[in-house]
């Protein structure tokens, strides 16, 4: 298992109470379709945006309620229009997924933390304030957790996937976070390119990467408590993802952050720890 900041909401999990599976599956459908129209194929990046734009518009249409029954994007959309209004959901997560997107296909860097941090605000943190509403959970307190969770779990997928990103052209770690430590980003390009490492630089990675590490694992903990506060098996789910995110973590130390020949993962193994350490009483 992957840490994904999609994969990782309950997606019609059987440990999520039946009446809100078909809510969550179209919550899902909608994030993940616009996700791909971000990031997936070769369509250049202006029709990317066009595209988004539907979406937008489609969001749109169903504030005034009025998407028509014919509406191209139907597929997404009449099962969302629906899940919006019998749970009185809010729009502005939605418009929020949709300017993260945006922003994936025109911003490849990230100056400092701050920049970062503002991305995970509209990418990851508006689908746990989602899941929120649908369990009548939504409180100042409890959206401040699950913020810290969902970005804690963006981070933890970004440190994973470093090399995988670089090939995209793409680099979340914090530009100003590599002068920090004296150390270039191309770094990571010449390590992927089989390159040599030096010493000095493969301390300073390492360096840096326990600091975006420590910074990801902050947070989940930070959250962790929101596990206790939802009702039964809510709850318990959550408590595993946040232990998949720490647990990847985990490797990543393990590894020493050479994610240039290995890419972390939960393997069958793992869920045995993982179940342990759900099952024990928040401390």
């Given at each position: 298992m992957a840490v994904d900041h999609?994969?990782?909401?309950?997606?019609?999990?059987l440990l999520l109470p039946r009446r809100l599976r078909a809510a969550v599956t179209d919550i899902y459908r909608y994030a993940r379709s616009a996700d791909d129209i971000a990031d997936e194929g070769d369509a250049a990046p202006e029709q990317r945006l066009r595209q988004l734009a539907a979406y937008r518009e489609a969001l749109a249409q169903i504030g005034g309620g009025r998407l028509p029954p014919d509406h191209p994007l139907g597929a997404v959309f009449e099962p969302l229009s629906g899940t919006i209004r019998r749970h009185a959901l809010p729009l502005q997560p939605f418009y929020d997924l949709i300017s993260a997107f945006e922003q994936d296909v025109t911003v490849q860097r990230y100056d400092g933390l701050p920049q970062l941090l503002d991305y995970c605000r509209r990418s990851a943190n508006p689908v746990g304030r989602l899941m929120l509403h649908l369990y009548g959970r939504a409180d100042s307190g409890n959206f401040e957790c699950a913020d810290a969770i969902c970005t804690g779990l963006q981070l933890a997928n970004f440190w994973q996937d470093v090399a995988i990103d670089w090939r995209?052209?793409?680099?979340?770690?914090?530009?100003?976070?590599?002068?920090?430590h004296g150390l270039a980003p191309d770094y990571?390009?010449?390590?992927?390119?089989?390159?040599?490492?030096?010493?000095?630089?493969?301390?300073?990675?390492?360096?840096?990467?326990?600091?975006?590490?420590?910074?990801?694992?902050?947070?989940?903990?930070?959250?962790?408590?929101l596990t206790g506060r939802l009702p039964g098996r809510i709850g318990f789910e959550l408590k595993l993802v946040v232990h998949?995110?720490?647990?990847?973590?985990?490797?990543?130390?393990?590894?020493?952050?050479?994610?240039?020949?290995?890419?972390?993962?939960?393997?069958?193994?793992?869920?045995?720890l993982l179940l342990w350490r759900a099952l024990r009483p928040l401390s």
């Open positions: 999609y994969e990782n909401f309950p997606v019609a999990s995209k052209n793409r680099l979340y770690i914090p530009l100003d976070a590599f002068e920090r990571i390009g010449r390590r992927m390119a089989g390159g040599p490492g030096r010493d000095a630089a493969d301390a300073a990675w390492q360096a840096l990467m326990r600091e975006q590490v420590g910074l990801a694992r902050r947070m989940l903990r930070s959250g962790m408590p998949g995110g720490l647990r990847i973590l985990e490797r990543l130390d393990q590894l020493h952050y050479d994610i240039f020949q290995h890419h972390p993962t939960l393997e069958k193994r793992d869920w045995i």
